[in-house]
């Protein structure tokens, strides 16, 4: 139907008092502006593959794209992006308004002794975190808001910590109700004191979230402390309970003390942030192409990868499955001799199995018939 527009009437109002109608408060409103500090939040990206990831190493591993897991004893929980491709039912299970979801699931029933640590984390990268002024009398106020879904219910913990590892704040958080998604928020005064990183590429800040802590690891909620503290003291451990599960999603770290809607970036802009620290590239087909480069001798090449982004720093180089193919000789690669890496670049020296490479001629790097075949370069802080 037509509708007739007319033009409003406007009243000047008193002077130093806003006009009817002008937006005065920001609160709540999503800017797709980064003002979030977190990086795949959500928990759409996964680099690293769908499948599950089993915490089989007693030191840092990291699992989606900018979260990572730690544990003292090794294979006592598991990690997954849900729902997977196999996944059936998982309707029920993803907060509204989120399609992924990071699964932690209890590997066995585990008590945890004082020293014990078992935790997710990801660490913001200084030049992220620099304009919050911890460390000074300006200290700015934060909030940490997540989605977060659970088989046990209770008081979980978690905590922010520094680089050095000798400031952090723990805080507690309840889930009310099993296998029901609750929406968490932790506001935090910024610290004024201590060393924190300012803009620079090393960690700024470290958000950690509590599976299973002993007592030295543990403090008191709410409060600075001039220790490493990774979680509240009494907090629930979820690798204390054989199958238990611990989803999250939404995780968004944001300057003030109210949590806003979720800042919802386009895929392509969230891959990018995260490109900055990891870079995979899988074969699609047996015999995928990936880098090119010269032949130096008959077992050893040079090839020149470009890098889709640059990364925060000079990324290490690893492979699976790979072979050199100068149109005769197709060796398989067996080993890096060396790395002569940039930021957007990466010029590696690989060594090849059986010879018969030519010395002097064009060489491709490409999947050794494979379609698993991967490459990756890594920057992780």
Not at 106 to 122: E, H, I, K, P, R
Not at 242 to 259: C, D, K, L, M, R
């Amino acid at each position: 139907t037509n509708k007739t527009l007319t033009s409003p009437t406007l009243t000047t109002p008193a002077l130093g008092t806003p006009a009817s109608g002008i937006l005065t408060s920001c609160t709540g409103l999503n800017y797709n502006g980064f003002k979030s500090r977190i990086i795949n939040g959500n928990m759409a990206i996964s680099q690293r593959g769908t499948g599950v990831f089993t915490q089989d190493t007693t030191g840092t591993q990291y699992s989606l794209d900018r979260w990572n897991i730690y544990g003292t004893v090794a294979s006592k929980f598991t990690v997954q992006q849900t729902p997977s491709a196999t996944e059936t039912g998982f309707a029920t299970r993803v907060a509204a308004g989120f399609t992924n979801y990071l699964g932690i699931t209890s590997s066995s029933t585990y008590a945890v002794t004082a020293s014990d640590v078992f935790q997710l984390q990801q660490s913001i990268e200084g030049f992220n975190t620099a304009d919050l002024a911890w460390g000074t009398a300006a200290a700015k106020t934060v909030t940490l808001s997540f989605w977060v879904y659970s088989s046990l219910t209770g008081t979980f913990g978690g905590s922010f910590a520094n680089s050095a590892a000798n400031r952090s704040y723990p805080f507690s958080y309840s889930i009310p109700a099993a296998n029901t998604w609750t929406q968490i928020s932790i506001t935090a005064p910024g610290d004024t004191s201590g060393t924190w990183i300012g803009a620079t590429n090393g960690i700024g800040i470290r958000v950690y979230f509590g599976i299973g802590m002993g007592t030295s690891g543990s403090g008191p909620a709410n409060a600075w402390a001039g220790v490493l503290y990774r979680s509240a003291t009494g907090a629930v451990s979820v690798v204390g309970t054989n199958g238990a599960t611990f989803y999250i999603t939404g995780v968004q770290f944001e300057t003030g003390s109210t949590a806003t809607s979720f800042d919802y970036r386009p895929y392509s802009t969230e891959l990018g942030l995260c490109l900055a620290y990891y870079w995979r590239w899988t074969s699609g087909t047996t015999f995928s192409a990936i880098g090119v480069g010269g032949v130096g001798s008959a077992t050893v090449a040079d090839i020149l990868i470009k890098l889709p982004q640059r990364m925060r720093a000079i990324p290490t180089f690893n492979y699976s499955n790979m072979r050199l193919y100068d149109q005769t000789a197709t060796p398989a690669v067996t080993s890096i001799a060396a790395t002569y890496n940039s930021l957007d670049s990466m010029l590696v020296v690989l060594s090849a199995s059986g010879g018969g490479l030519t010395a002097g001629r064009a060489v491709i790097l490409q999947a050794n018939n494979n379609v698993a075949a991967y490459i990756e370069a890594t920057a992780e802080l």
